[in-house]
């Protein structure tokens, strides 16, 4: 079965432009959460969402913001970049109530 | 509030030797889980083990075992027989159980290096 799979990679932005980042879960999993990780601030929780409907979400700015899609695959989106967005961004799925979270490989991005 | 702590920033170990990464948490529930992952240099983060909160017995996976301790809100990683591949940040993380929140709380990890 074919892990989490983010895309793109890497991504080099300019302050003031906006991103978008996706994210395919596992199949079957139909729950998905962001994450972003600095070197200052570690692990950050970002949002989750279950059957397209966002459950949860952590202590960012509106600038961010998700959704997902009826077939699990998810998007987050950061609008108005600031260097200090630069960051590697984690996608993660799980099984509802199963408790295993599997990460993907991240996407890496540079705000210049 | 939940909150994860882990004290120790680095940790080196020589290889085949056995070596213990602490981890302390906070909450006031009493049903959750507990993770450690590891992360190499291709920043990939890998579940490394699992513990459930009301299983009394400590989870193992091959090499890797934990020493969970719950009245002491207490969550060690015990690596056996270390080897060059094992050595990567490893974090601790917490998550609540309560309507299938997938929400993890992170510690900052600990860089652990390994001896030839």
């Known amino acids: 079965k074919a892990g989490v799979t983010q895309t793109p990679r890497y991504l080099i932005k300019t302050r003031g432009q906006q991103v978008t980042l996706s994210c395919s879960p596992i199949s079957g999993h139909r729950s998905v959460s962001w994450y972003q990780q600095t070197p200052g601030q570690g692990l950050q929780f970002l949002f989750e969402?279950?059957?397209?409907?966002?459950?949860n979400k952590g202590n960012f700015p509106g600038r961010f913001s998700g959704r997902q899609f009826s077939n699990s695959r998810s998007e987050m989106n950061v609008s108005t970049l600031e260097l200090g967005d630069s960051a590697l961004y984690l996608c993660?799925?799980?099984?509802?109530?199963?408790?295993?979270?599997?990460f993907g490989p991240g996407t890496r991005l540079t705000v210049l | 509030a939940q909150t994860v702590t882990q004290s120790q920033p680095e940790m080196s170990v020589q290889e085949a030797e056995t070596v213990t990464l602490s981890c302390t948490y906070d909450?006031?529930?009493?049903?959750?889980?507990l993770f450690w992952y590891k992360q190499p240099p291709s920043r990939q983060m890998i579940l490394v083990i699992r513990q459930e909160a009301y299983k009394q017995q400590n989870a193992t996976e091959n090499r890797f075992s934990v020493n969970f301790q719950k009245a002491a809100k207490s969550f060690s990683l015990k690596i056996s027989d270390s080897q060059l591949g094992d050595a990567a940040m490893y974090f601790c993380a917490y998550r609540n159980t309560f309507q299938g929140a997938q929400k993890l709380v992170f510690g900052q990890g600990t860089r652990l290096t390994i001896n030839p």
């Open positions: 993660a799925s799980s099984l509802a109530q199963q408790g295993k979270v599997f």
């Open positions: 969402y279950f059957s397209e409907t966002q459950r």
């Open positions: 909450t006031s529930e009493s049903d959750y889980y």
